[in-house]
């Protein structure tokens, strides 16, 4: 996914495993407990993807990856072992680490990639987002400047989260589609 424009960023909480460029809505952080200190307790929202019509109508934000604080590699979900030093590595028990994925380039500049529940991400509303091909829902309409888009809402599958055409619980609009590329050019409304 692509940002060419936005009028409004929030740093949220991702409520669920969240594929980048998925549209989404701001719901309570689920991810309170185990946190007693700092702002992800006290002010950050959550984000959450549509499951409901009504739940679609609201998702007008764009999730992406947040900018990094850290040296690369960057491992998702961080691995947490106890008293470990250099990373988790100073230990034999705390290897092979099999259930955390190893990005050796920031995950944000490649498309498709899955931000874990309970990570920090950005929300970004009322804007011009580029979409690559396969990352919204494929049909005549959508390839047609001006037509409205909606949130796919009642598929829990592949499909949730993804701009489609509609006329019905108007997010945005076609602004471009690139035929040579399949790229998906919309503009959000500001929520």
């Known amino acids: 996914m692509e940002i060419n424009k936005f009028t409004d960023i929030r740093g949220v909480i991702a409520n669920e495993d969240i594929v980048e460029g998925r549209m989404g809505f701001i719901a309570p952080n ?3 407990a185990g946190y007693n ?14 499951t409901s019509d009504a739940e679609a109508a609201l998702s007008k934000f764009v999730v992406t990856w947040r900018v990094p604080d850290q040296s690369l590699p960057m491992y998702l979900p961080e691995p947490h072992v106890p008293w ?5 590595f ?15 380039t920031w995950p944000g500049s490649k498309h498709g990639q ?5 990570h920090l991400c950005l929300a970004f509303g009322g804007g011009v987002f580029t979409f690559p091909s396969g990352h919204y829902v494929n049909s005549a309409n959508i390839m047609i ?7 796919e809402g009642t598929d829990s599958g592949a499909d949730q989260g993804k ?4 006329t019905t619980q108007v997010v945005g609009y076609v602004e471009y589609y690139d035929t040579s590329n ?6 959000t409304l500001n929520p």
């Open 30 to 32: 689920a991810f309170t």
């Open 37 to 50: 200190f700092g702002s992800r307790l006290d002010w950050i929202p959550g984000i959450s993807l549509p």
């Open 84 to 88: 470990a030093l250099r990373r988790g």
């Open 90 to 104: 100073d230990k034999e028990a705390n290897l092979p680490l099999t259930s955390t994925t190893v990005h050796l």
């Open 114 to 118: 899955t931000i874990p529940s309970g």
């Open 145 to 151: 400047t001006g037509n409205p888009i909606s949130v």
């Open 163 to 166: 701009p489609e055409y509609s």
């Open 182 to 187: 399949g790229y998906l050019t919309v503009r």
